[in-house]
C-alpha cells in the first residue's frame, strides 16, 4: 500500500542584520529601503524561487528549477548595476552543485580581480529538518472503494465526515550558504600580530658593534675569572704538600 507525501517547504536561513547595499550606511538600521513589487495588470503579486520575503535581494536562493543562466544575469545586475558589496547563495539537497556552479560562473563572468584585495568567497556547511506531510488513508481508500460500497449501501442518505489527519515525517538534508564579497578582506588579529612580530628591522651597524663588543668583554672576563680559580686551587694544593 503506497502513501501519498506532501512536501512541506525547508525552514529559511536567519535574516541578515545588515544590507550590503551602498545605501544602507545612511540608514538608521544598516538596512536598504525596498521598493514595493509593482505587478503588471493580470498578473499575480507572488515572488520567485530567487527571493524570500524578509530577505534582503542580495540573498539568493538557488533551485534546480531556475536556470543558471538566469541566476548568473540576476546576480551580475545585483553587483555591477547596483552597487551591492556581496551576495548570499543559499541552497539545499541537490542544488548544491548547482550553487557551486553558479559560484565559479560569478568569478569568471564578474569584473574584479580575484584573492583577497578584490572577490573571495567563504562556504558554510550544514543540514537542515525538513518536515513531510504523509497520507496514508488518499490511497487505501482507492483500494476498498468496491468493498466499502457494497457493505455501506444503506447508508447513501447519510452523510458523513471523517476527519484525515495526515502524519507528519521528519528528513533531513545537508544546506550550503556561499558568501561572495567584493570589497578587501579584512585582516584577522591573530595574522595581523604574526606579521608584526615577524617584521623587525635589522641592528644599525653601530648597534651591532657595540654588541659584538660587549660580547667580547663577557667572554674575556669569564676567561680571567675561571685562571683565578684555577691558580687559586693550584696555591691550596702545594699549600697542602708542603705541609
Not at 537542515?128 to 482507492?142: A, F, G, I, L, R
Amino acid at each position: 500500500m503506497s502513501s501519498a507525501v506532501k512536501k512541506l517547504p525547508p525552514p529559511a536561513p536567519p535574516k541578515q542584520r545588515s544590507s550590503a547595499h551602498p545605501s544602507a550606511w545612511t540608514h538608521p538600521s544598516h538596512k536598504a529601503p525596498t521598493v514595493p513589487l509593482k505587478p503588471l495588470q493580470g498578473v499575480t503579486k507572488t515572488r520567485g524561487d530567487a527571493g524570500k520575503a524578509g530577505h534582503g535581494r542580495e540573498c539568493i536562493f538557488v533551485t534546480r528549477k531556475t536556470a543558471l543562466g538566469a541566476l548568473m544575469g540576476r546576480c551580475r545586475s545585483l553587483i555591477v548595476d547596483e552597487g551591492y558589496t556581496s551576495l548570499t547563495l543559499y541552497a539545499l539537497g541537490p542544488a548544491i552543485s548547482h550553487a557551486l556552479l553558479l559560484l565559479h560562473a560569478l568569478l569568471d563572468l564578474l569584473p574584479y580581480p580575484k584573492g583577497e584585495k578584490g572577490m573571495w568567497y567563504e562556504i558554510r556547511t550544514g543540514s537542515v529538518e525538513c518536515v513531510d506531510e504523509v497520507d496514508k488513508m488518499k490511497d487505501s481508500q482507492t483500494d476498498d472503494n468496491n468493498a466499502v460500497e457494497k457493505e455501506d449501501a444503506w447508508l447513501n442518505d447519510v452523510g458523513s465526515v471523517e476527519a484525515n489527519v495526515p502524519e507528519r515525517a521528519t528528513r533531513v538534508k545537508s544546506s550550503i550558504e556561499i558568501t561572495i564579497h567584493i570589497a578587501p578582506r579584512p585582516a584577522s588579529k591573530g595574522l595581523s600580530a604574526s606579521k608584526e612580530k615577524k617584521k623587525k628591522n635589522r641592528p644599525s651597524k653601530k648597534t651591532r658593534l657595540a654588541r659584538w663588543n660587549r660580547l667580547k668583554e663577557e667572554e674575556r672576563l669569564r676567561e680571567e675569572e675561571e685562571e683565578e680559580e684555577l691558580e687559586e686551587v693550584e696555591g691550596d694544593e702545594e699549600a697542602a704538600i708542603n705541609a
